[in-house]
T-cell receptor, first 114, second 114 residues
Framework: DAGITQSPRYKITETGRQVTLMCHQT?????MFWYRQDLGHGLRLIYYSAAADITDKGEVPDGYVVSRSKTENFPLTLESATRSQTSVYFC?????????????FGPGTRLTVT | SQQGEEDPQALSIQEGENATMNCSYK?????LQWYRQNSGRGLVHLILIRSNEREKHSGRLRVTLDTSKKSSSLLITASRAADTASYFCATDARYGGSQGNLIFGKGTKLSVKP
């Protein structure tokens, strides 16, 4: 299906484990973003990417790693999960830079770290 | 770092009434966007208004922007139960880790009762 998808939709993991959240878009958008959404904080930008092999930190990058070997995929890895990383994670894409155009969001991944 | 903040945090109205949500921000912007989030879903873009625009319409939505007061409002006319959702404003970040990207407010939770 066309659009932007995330997997898994729900994930429970233990403290210290590595977790990878997947994001795939079919529009060939240059820009992709990872956000986390927590009660009381709204959405906060973790990492973003302007193109394949170009990534940069957002507001809250600590504890996360991203890669973008292909335009359509932008996986987010928690190298050693902590309870504070329990959150809902959203991936988004856009054909233009972050604030100048609308962003298209995936359905989200609800991650619980026990 | 919070750029936009929505007011009120929660709003409950009857079907057919108008709903008004406000967004205030701290630093000058190039544009401001409004998004809707239904429960358990990703965000959906509603309207983008640029700093040189004062008002924009899209169907039952009307957005105003007052750059002198650093504020924006989203008006939903003749609300429907299907409008029940959280509404977020997002502005472009001028500084910090999210520079050049969107910064989201914490949202207004709108409940429209049939």
């Amino acid at each position: 299906d066309a659009g932007i998808t995330q997997s898994p939709r729900y994930k429970i993991t233990e403290t210290g484990r590595q977790v990878t959240l997947m994001c795939h878009q079919t529009w060939s958008h240059s820009y992709m973003f990872w956000y986390r959404q927590d009660l009381g904080h709204g959405l906060r930008l973790i990492y973003y990417s302007a193109a394949a092999d170009i990534t940069d930190k957002g507001e809250v990058p600590d504890g996360y790693v991203v890669s973008r070997s292909k335009t359509e995929n932008f996986p987010l890895t928690l190298e050693s999960a902590t309870r504070s990383q329990t959150s809902v994670y959203f991936c988004a894409s856009s054909p233009y830079p972050g604030a100048s155009y609308e962003q298209y969001f995936g359905p989200g991944t609800r991650l619980t770290v026990t | 770092s919070q750029q936009g903040e929505e007011d009120p945090q929660a709003l409950s109205i009857q079907e057919g009434e108008n709903a008004t949500m406000n967004c205030s921000y701290k630093t000058s912007i190039n544009n401001l966007q409004w998004y809707r989030q239904n429960s358990g879903r990703g965000l959906v873009h509603l309207i983008l208004i640029r700093s040189n625009e004062r008002e924009k319409h899209s169907g039952r939505l009307r957005v105003t922007l007052d750059t002198s007061k650093k504020s924006s409002s989203l008006l939903i006319t003749a609300s429907r139960a299907a409008d029940t959702a959280s509404y977020f404003c997002a502005t472009d970040a001028r500084y910090g880790g999210s520079q050049g990207n969107l910064i989201f407010g914490k949202g207004t939770k709108l409940s429209v009762k049939p």
